[in-house]
């Protein structure tokens, strides 16, 4: 793939986030015009597949991917919202493969969606508590 090729929004951990949080019937019209993964081929899942893909984010907190978007990626995302509440982007975190170790996923998560909470109250988001819910949701 080319390196500043534009994707498909349906790919990487920062854009699953963003998506994770938008209405079904927006998630549904960007699904319809994406397209296999531009990192290692992928596969697109099914739509239902991926609403659950998404609903499953929305309960941990945060997006986790490898090798989606670029090979040899990992990423990691937790949702920023603004003061109507409704998510405004992510904030992620790209580490190289051979850099990562999967067992570091909970504490790193949770860094980032602590962080991604104080952004967002910052960025003028009340209740950011029932967006986030508590630290003891988080899980890989």
């Known amino acids: 793939a080319e390196k500043f090729r534009p994707t498909a929004a349906v790919w990487g951990a920062r854009s699953r986030v963003i998506?994770?949080?938008?209405p079904d019937d927006e998630v549904r019209r960007i699904y319809e015009k994406a397209e296999d993964s531009?990192?290692?081929?992928?596969?697109?899942?099914?739509i239902d597949d991926f609403l659950a893909i998404l609903a499953d984010i929305r309960l941990k907190g945060y997006a986790y991917s490898r090798s989606q978007k670029l090979q040899g990626a990992v990423g990691i995302a937790a949702p920023l919202f603004g003061a109507q509440g409704s998510v405004l982007g992510g904030l992620s975190v790209?580490?190289?493969?051979?850099r990562w170790?999967?067992?570091?996923?909970?504490?790193?998560?949770?860094?980032?969606?602590?962080?991604?909470r104080r952004l967002s109250s910052a960025l003028g988001c009340r209740g950011t508590?029932?967006?986030y819910g508590s630290p003891n949701r988080i899980r890989a």
Request: hydrophobic letters at 50%; glycine letters at 6%.
């Open 19 to 22: 998506l994770a949080h938008l």
């Open 129 to 131: 508590a029932a967006l």
């Open 94 to 98: 790209t580490i190289p493969d051979f």
């Open 38 to 46: 531009p990192a290692a081929g992928g596969l697109l899942p099914s």
């Open 101 to 116: 170790d999967e067992k570091r996923l909970p504490e790193v998560s949770a860094v980032i969606v602590e962080q991604a």
